[in-house]
């Protein structure tokens, strides 16, 4: 506003002189210098009168009235436009053939046209595009079947990077040109997961039993339902095709839940006793179990020389919490195989404007880093504070370090300044599980919470897959 402002005062100013100049038949023996007031009067005239078309046309129209923001290829092309105009004008006010100079730029236009016509229909998209306010930088789009973040956005093209760190240089007259399906970027996403199931098991107890085997999983959203029906019976393959319907809270985990539903609910339907079909043609090994025999010796090697009764198995599946069915209330439970974690409590998702209140999520059991990458990546943390002797510290120190948490601690004691010692201590927490771990002979006690569940006694979480029996003991 300032511009157009002294803009305006120095056209008056102009105007004001030449009023003068005119009137009172100054400069008489100077002709020349009157016509140069008369054209500069003219030139900033047409100048003031661009800016405040412009600010009009971006400020009042478009933002106010129409509620657009303007980018700045549509901000280029008001002022060019409207430069172009206020020109025409102001070179007819100086006697030239405005016809003439329009009729030369069209066959210049159509000649330089034909040239780049791939070239300018990409420009023209782009423009197009530019005003579409729900396709910005960092929006994420499914082009080709694959999820796409828009990292930047010219004239000719919109480069996006996929999901698997492959930069895509998408044209924009193929944007404009199809059917582009714009992710939400602060709510959940919905996706459908299928599985086959045996026709003989109702399919009600299938939706109870896969309607609460998610409820623990924090990339889902859990205020939302979750969907289980039939859809479709498959007597070729004795089989009945259930839909799983879920919603992710980010779009981004979404490929990953693919994989991770169906695991999640063969471990559920497996401790039901639901097994999914098999080809006839082809034997497939059942689960592998221990032998009453063997776990009644366990048993008794942990807690003495009682006789124990109604062992059962359950397998659970990676960060599962540990949830029995209400029939194994008053037993307790012992860890065969796997590793668990305490603190598992379940997040309950509050509702902010639509969105979790977590900023980050955690990572899923399948994208755990390694022993070998955590290890890397304290390495490379440490090298910021003591230089390359890092990795050889971290070579030495694993073999005598009793664990993680252990190595972290005496890693930090090679850091002499104390400020960057607590702050690599809190860079690498993150990277290590401070949580209690429960491994194979833990034993717990089961009891049932507030929720209905029955649970152990502190709650469980499973660390990788697991089988876990519970029993009694006879007179219990």
Not at 122 to 134: C, D, K, R
Not at 311 to 324: C, M, R, V
């Amino acid at each position: 506003m300032r511009l157009i402002s002294t803009l305006i005062l120095i056209s008056c100013f102009g105007w004001l002189a030449f009023w003068i100049v005119e009137t009172f038949n100054l400069f008489a023996a100077a002709p020349v210098f009157k016509q140069w007031i008369f054209a500069a009067g003219l030139v900033v005239t047409a100048i003031t009168a661009v800016a405040v078309l412009a600010a009009f046309i971006l400020k009042i129209f478009l933002t106010e009235i129409m509620q657009f923001s303007p980018s700045g290829l549509v901000r280029a092309i008001v002022y060019s436009g409207l430069t172009f105009a206020v020109s025409l004008l102001l070179l007819s006010q100086f006697g030239i053939d405005v016809g003439a100079i329009l009729t030369t730029s069209a066959i210049l236009g159509a000649v330089v046209g034909l040239a780049m016509q791939s070239t300018l229909g990409s420009i023209i998209s782009g423009i197009a595009m530019s005003a579409e306010p729900l396709l910005k930088i960092g929006s994420a789009i499914r082009f080709e079947g694959k999820t796409v973040y828009i990292e930047q956005k010219t004239w000719r093209h919109v480069v996006g990077r996929r999901l698997d760190n492959i930069r895509v240089i998408i044209p924009n007259s193929m944007l404009a040109g199809m059917a582009v399906l714009v992710l939400p970027e602060d709510g959940p996403t919905r996706f459908d997961v299928f599985i086959h199931l045996p026709p003989n098991v109702p399919p009600q107890r299938v939706t109870d039993l896969l309607a609460q085997a998610f409820s623990d999983m924090e990339h889902l959203d859990s205020t939302r339902s979750v969907m289980v029906a039939p859809i479709e019976t498959q007597p070729e393959a004795d089989a009945i095709l259930y839909r799983i319907r879920l919603w992710a809270r980010a779009y981004s985990q979404v490929t990953i839940l693919h994989g991770e539903i169906p695991r999640r609910a063969w471990y559920v339907l497996n401790r039901a006793g639901i097994q999914q079909p098999r080809n006839k043609f082809f034997h497939s090994r059942p689960a592998p179990r221990w032998s009453n025999d063997d776990l009644v010796a366990l048993i008794t090697s942990k807690l003495g020389t009682n006789v124990y009764k109604d062992i059962k198995q359950y397998l659970f599946a990676p960060s599962e919490l540990l949830q029995f069915p209400a029939e194994e209330t008053g037993k307790k439970m012992m860890i065969v195989e796997g590793e668990s974690i305490t603190n598992a409590d379940i997040y309950l998702n509050p509702l902010e404007h639509g969105r979790s209140a977590r900023p980050h999520l955690p990572t899923m059991g399948v994208q755990e880093l390694s022993t070998i990458a955590t290890f890397r990546k304290i390495a490379d943390r440490l090298a910021k504070d003591v230089g390359p002797v890092a990795e050889i510290l971290v070579r030495d120190l694993i073999k005598t370090s009793k664990d993680e948490k252990d190595l972290v601690q005496r890693l930090a004691l090679h850091i002499e300044d104390d400020k960057q010692r607590a702050s690599f201590v809190s860079s690498v927490k993150c990277l290590i599980n401070s949580n209690d771990r429960r491994g194979p002979g833990s034993i717990a006690s089961l009891a049932i919470d507030a929720a209905d569940r029955l649970m152990p006694n502190p709650e469980l979480r499973a660390l990788t897959g697991m089988i876990v029996i519970t029993f009694s003991m006879e007179g219990s």
